[in-house]
Nanobody, 116 residues
Framework: QVQVVESGGGLVQPGGSLRLSCAAS????????MSWYRQTPGKQRELVAT???????NYADSVKGRFTISRDSAKNTVSLQMNSLKPEDTAVYYC??????????WGQGTQVTVSS
C-alpha cells in the first residue's frame, strides 16, 4: 500500500519561515501530481500549491510570492517552503499525491500555527 507522510509543521511567528516535507512510499508511477492543501475548521480544504512531474507549478493567489513548492520525483517527495508567514496561513497542511485516473492519496496532515 501507499503511505503519505508530512513533516515540518510547528509554531512560527508572523514573518517567519517554515519548510514542510512530504514523502510518499509504496508502488507509484513517477508521473503524478504532488500538491499541498490546507484546511481550517469550518472551511473546505484549499489547494495551496501543486507541481506536476514535468515541474509545472500552480499556487493559490494568497500564497504567490511567499510559498515555493518543489519535488524530487525519483524519491516521491515534495516540499513546501513557506516564507513571510501570516496568521491567516494557520491551518492543517495536507500532502496529496495523485495520478489522475489511477490513484489519489492523502497524508494525515501537519499543523502550522503562525502566531506571536
Amino acid at each position: 500500500q501507499v503511505q503519505v507522510v508530512e513533516s515540518g509543521g510547528g509554531l512560527v511567528q508572523p514573518g517567519g519561515s517554515l519548510r514542510l516535507s512530504c514523502a510518499a512510499s509504496g508502488s507509484l508511477f513517477s508521473s503524478n501530481v504532488m500538491s499541498w492543501y490546507r484546511q481550517t475548521p469550518g472551511k473546505q480544504r484549499e489547494l495551496v500549491a501543486t507541481i506536476s512531474s514535468a515541474g509545472i507549478t500552480n499556487y493559490a493567489d494568497s500564497v504567490k510570492g511567499r510559498f515555493t513548492i518543489s519535488r524530487d520525483s525519483a524519491k516521491n517527495t515534495v516540499s513546501l517552503q513557506m516564507n513571510s508567514l501570516k496568521p491567516e496561513d494557520t491551518a492543517v497542511y495536507y500532502c496529496n499525491v495523485r495520478r489522475p485516473g489511477w490513484y489519489d492519496f492523502w497524508g494525515q496532515g501537519t499543523q502550522v500555527t503562525v502566531s506571536s
